[in-house]
């Protein structure tokens, strides 16, 4: 299974960060700091593996990869297999792209939700699910529409419950 | 506090706003920003109005995920913001719950509920919502009383929904392995669902579960095998090669079968992550079928010369898979594996240094290290210590295996220890102690190494080479007698700057000082038995201890290792006796025979050595005791303290009792008994005492004592005995009270004598010890078989061209790494001590964790139709036997157990939907009837069994037959073998 998905940028800042199986919060953070250290000393053109073992315990991979300013990571175990992991990476940011066109840092650090939402239609509970980015667009759109959809109710009734409350 | 006002409603600020402001401070004002928000947060979660809730929500999720705050207080406030019918509020809060939620967040349970609603909702991005949310914080309460609605959902015609539900169910079964009983049946059935999204999602719950457990998914073979052959999407076959990988192993049947197809994949396949996968499963589990082999081996090659690095470090991976049992497919890439040593990738190196490890053995082992060497001295600190490692813990593999030639590899280690960044210290003092003990013929050698070392005032400086060098003080001391120059050893032992040192190593050195010492004074107070080849000891013992002890036979086989190299070596290695006398100062040449009691010498080098001992180099050598030692007494290190003072005690007793000596001698008196005479000689016999190597279950044998409490609480023993001294360290023979010190030399002497009796008594205790367990040290055998033919360690031809590696490595490619024998060896492998207990791997047989056996146990008796009993797990023939035939059992046994009924019930149901195309309403109707455990009107649709016309059902009627032929069938169907 996939036991992490982080996003982070150049400067070692989070910008998106998902632990299929449970770390506390101060735990993230080491491991993010721990990864971030071993990713900026790597010089670029070489492959994307990074040994995990020491971070994430056995049989724990890493694959990692750079866009502009931004590392994705994906941490996993050896029921994936590491090639594949690479290409969903790729799928994650082609995804990306298609749901901001030209996705960029800013998307990723203001659109905190939608992307959560878009890596639960890649990702559920480790298990990669949905690999055509396509079906993933789609259904994000669908999700987006519902979300404005209550929002839209919610603006008026949002004043006046506002007033009632009182 | 006061309530959230409507100004807080009204100008809340939003994620966006909180990330605005994030961005606008610097990082030194951030956090005051953050607890600032977070106040606020803290005041809006209160408020009423859900729309103001789940924004502050929102902002703590941001502030929790991104910048590490905790956010378990709250869990409470999340659960409300859940139970909004609002779509965007419920997607806050599920997210809230998956981020912060975990098995001991107290208020799960109360969203048991409402996770339920959601579950059955018509809307399906809700029921998605709840089912991102379960598979995240699932626990056993949770998984227990939701396993209905999963259930459910398993069947529902939507494959966006179905696909989440199969992905859930792993989480579920992992938490509530009673859920396979359940929910397992369905699961197979979407084996064969023509949704590439639904294969590739049960797929993957069966890669994770079979990983765990394999044998019990055995019986799903043709499934996984059908899959195997038909499915053209590569996330689903590299799952199916991951699940065949282990089911391979487990049946050589199934083994063959598979092989083929997966070689078609390898040759058809564009996919690179097939192709691996492929190779990788191959590799692992398939190495016997040769051919298959050859192809995984050429895919792996093309990985290798491919310019992506990630081709390249997952071929080098896959090769180190296969390096045990085929070393033949690394030695045919190793051209290849050797440039990779000198990748930019710091990954591809490692991985090629392992190769390259693997490839060691006993014929090519000096040239593969010395080209490591080579690329060490070249490569960063890092990539230098590994390299470093994998040489010394691969020459050590089983006891020094694959290392003929000692000589060569103790002065391998010293090499290494001088590698500036060497980090190796400790393995490398381990090695070099552990090859003393244990191999016999090196130790010459060994001490040749340890006074290079020991005699570079430079290496004193480097704190990292501090223990090699205790290791060469230790060896200098212990095997003093085949030293060519005791007394520049004993200048090294004391040179100025071990001070240094640390206090530990110290007193290592200074106990090596104290060997040397005895084993001088020995060497000139009785030159005619350090000469004499008979380990006969004076008449004056007791015969019985004298028998008992057997001293190591160092004097003349050292004689005879020394005349050669001694003449070669006495210009480069500055060893002759003028050479000393000049390190002494002034110890004249010409006085060399004087003192030399001419006894039948029986070699001239022998002569040359004994010409070191005179009186006046004696003499010199207890003054530079004194004067070096002297100042140690008022160390506040009592290790040190301890030992100076030993030294000092001896050096006192001999200068007093020295001139008599000589009167006595000079006069050629027999039969004079001097104190010091006898002192030197005991504890020189007392040195003499081999240490050897020690199994590491030895105390384990010593049978304890009745009546001895080893558990008993010692806190008050303290109280009783304050003073208690510290343990002392193994390379003593026998215990020494630690006050001898300062006391004078008459009490010294008295005590000494005491002791020496002591000493004899655990001298013959341990002589009794080894007798009865010989194997524990060093077989007594004559040291005339060491050959003298011994080559110089370095060759020459070895030592001069470090730098030339271009060189190294098209001989090594060439031919060294061709596995050959060597015609002709120069001399046979030494003798190496060997314990079994220590050496032997001790394979821990790893236990399934309850709860994946608990899975399985379930899996198992879902798959086999019965209950499942360790008698039927023994028998999967039998077994399997009775689950094909668990059609008929429910029709025919309706009164089986009740566990039973319920599975059949249910895999007919669910058959029955899936014919039927029931909606999911009344599925869920069904359901809720099975919640309340009132598996019985299951039964009642059965009669729909006869409704699939499943060609896998047909091809198991056929495979029953078979079993019933063959009685010792595993579980797999038969049909596929």
Known sequence: MIRAVIVM????????????????????????????????SRAENLSNFIQADSIFGPDARLVYKTYATLYFVFIFDSSENELAMLDLVQVFVEILDKCFSNVCELDIVFNFNKVHTILDEIILGGQVLETSSSEVVKAVEEISKLDRASNGSMLVPKSISGWTSR | ?????????????????????????????ES?????????????IKSTDPQTKSTALQKLNYLHSLHGLDMSWAAFHAIEVISSQNFQQKKVGYLAASLSFHSSTDVILLLTNQLRKDLSSNNVFEVSLALECLSMICTVDLARDLTPEIFTLLGSTKSFIKKKAIATVLRIFEKYPDAVRVCFKRLIENLESNDVGIVSAVMGVFCELALKEPKSYLPLAPEFYRILVDSRNNWVLIKVLKVFSKLAILEPRLAKRVVEPICEHMRRSGAKSLVFECVRT????????????????????????????????????????????????????????????????????????????????????????????SYA??????????????????????????????????????????????????????????????????????????????????????????????AAAWVSGEYVELSKNPFELMEALLQPRTILLPPSIRAIYVQSAFKVLIFCLYSYLFPDEAVASSPSLPVDLDPGVTSSISPKEFSESSDVVVTEPLADREMDEGFNPRDISQSLEDVSVGNGGDTVIAHEQTSCSATLKK??????????????????????????????????????????LIKQELPEFLVHKERNVEGVKVKALEIVKLMHDAFLEELGPVSTSAQERVPIPEGLMLMENLGDLEGICGDIQLPIPSQFCFGRPHSGGRESTSLFNQQTDEESETSY?????????????????????????????????????HSDDVNDDGQDLVKLTEQSLVPKKKPNRAKPRPVVVKLDEVDGITIAVSKPESKDYL???????????????????????????????????????????????????????????????????????????????????????????????????????????NVDVIAQTPVIPDFLL
């Open chain 2, 32 to 44: 005051t920003f953050i607890s600032k928000s977070l106040d606020e947060i803290r005041r809006e």
């Open chain 2, 282 to 373: 191959i590799l692992s589990s398939l190495s016997e079928y040769e051919s298959a082999l050859k192809l995984a081996v050429e895919k792996v090659r093309e990985f290798l010369v491919d310019d992506d690095p990630n081709l390249k470090y997952l071929g080098l991976q896959a090769l180190l898979v296969v390096s045990l049992k085929h070393l033949w497919a690394v030695l045919e890439n190793k051209d290849l594996v050797i440039k990779s040593l000198s990748d930019d990738d710091p990954n591809i190196k490692l991985e090629a240094l392992q190769l390259v490890m693997a490839m060691v053995s006993e014929d090519n082992v000096h040239e593969i290290c010395k080209v490591l060497i």
């Open chain 2, 855 to 961: 899975i399985s146990g379930a899996v198992r008796e879902v798959l086999l139709g019965n209950e499942v009993s360790s008698a039927q797990h023994k028998l999967p023939d039998k077994s399997s036997n009775k689950r094909r035939e668990k059609d008929k059992l429910d029709i025919d046994q309706p009164s089986e157990t009740k566990e039973n009924l319920a599975n059949v019930g249910k895999s007919e149901t669910s058959t029955s939907k899936k014919s039927k195309h029931h909606i999911p309403g009344k599925e869920r109707k069904h359901k809720s009837s099975r919640t309340n455990a009132d598996e019985r009107e299951d039964v009642q649709k059965d009669k729909t069994k006869s409704g699939h016309h499943n060609p896998r059902h047909k091809a198991r009627q056929r495979a029953d037959d």
């Open chain 2, 377 to 470: 001295l070249k490569s960063e600190p890092a990539f230098c210590n590994e390299i470093l490692g994998s040489i010394l813990s691969t020459c050590c593999r089983n006891v020094y295996e694959i290392i003929i030639d000692f000589d060569w590899y103790v002065s391998l280690l010293g090499e290494i220890s001088r590698i500036p960044h060497c980090q190796n210290g400790e393995e490398i003092e381990k090695q070099l102690i552990d090859i003393g003990m244990r191999v016999k013929d090196v130790r010459s050698e060994l001490v040749r190494v340890g006074r290079e070392l020991m005699i570079d005032p430079a290496l004193l400086g480097n704190p990292v080479i501090h223990r090699i060098l205790s």
């Open chain 2, 761 to 797: 008594e655990c001298t013959s205790l341990l002589a009794e010890h080894r007798k009865r367990h010989g194997l524990y040290y060093l077989p007594s055998e004559k040291l005339e078989t060491i050959s003298n033919a011994c080559p110089p360690a370095k060759d020459p031809q």
């Open chain 1, 9 to 40: 940028n150049d400067q070692g800042k989070p910008r998106l960060v998902k632990f299929y199986d449970y770390q506390p919060v101060e735990k993230q953070q080491e491991l993010i700091r721990t990864i971030y250290g071993v990713l900026c």
């Open chain 2, 1 to 29: 506090m006061a309530g959230p006002s409507l100004m807080d409603s009204l100008f809340q600020r939003s994620l966006d706003d909180l990330i605005k402001g994030l961005r606008l401070h610097q990082p030194t004002s």
């Open chain 2, 611 to 652: 010409d070191y001992f005179t009186q006046e180099s004696i003499v010199k050598l207890l003054d530079l005791v004194e004067r070096t030692l002297c100042p140690l007494m008022g160390t506040h290190e009592v290790e040190i303290q301890e030992r100076v003072g030993n030294i000092r005690g001896l050096t006192e």
